[in-house]
């Protein structure tokens, strides 16, 4: 996953997949890639079953449809929590704010 730092035009790499010669593992780094293209980064391998799992569910969540009960949902509205005072112990008037 490559996740942008502000307009720095640097990126996280994030558990970001490597290409390698040889399936039988995956390889992935964690680290930044410059705007040049370089990267800094860890690598490590492993057959990640979890992750890609966990990465797989996540996508077919993103696309799943949209439902007319998923737009219909109820929104919960905030209740005030507290009594707004003043330094004397007096309550303010803090509807018009």
Do not use: C, W
């Not at 720095?8 to 593992?25: H, L, M, N, S, W």
């Not at 890639?33 to 969540?61: C, E, M, T, W």
Request: glycine share 10%.
């Amino acid at each position: 996953m490559l996740l942008n730092i502000g307009s720095t035009g640097f990126k996280a790499r994030i558990a970001e997949f490597v290409e390698t010669e040889d399936p039988q593992y995956d390889i992935i780094d964690v680290g930044v890639q410059h705007p040049n293209g370089g990267i800094d980064s860890v690598a490590f391998g492993g057959s990640f079953y979890s992750l890609k799992r966990a990465i797989n569910d996540a996508n077919k969540a993103a696309h799943a449809p949209v439902t007319d009960d998923d737009i219909k949902a109820p929104v919960a509205v905030a209740q005030p929590v507290a009594e707004v005072v003043d330094r004397t112990g007096q309550s303010v008037d803090v509807e018009g704010l």
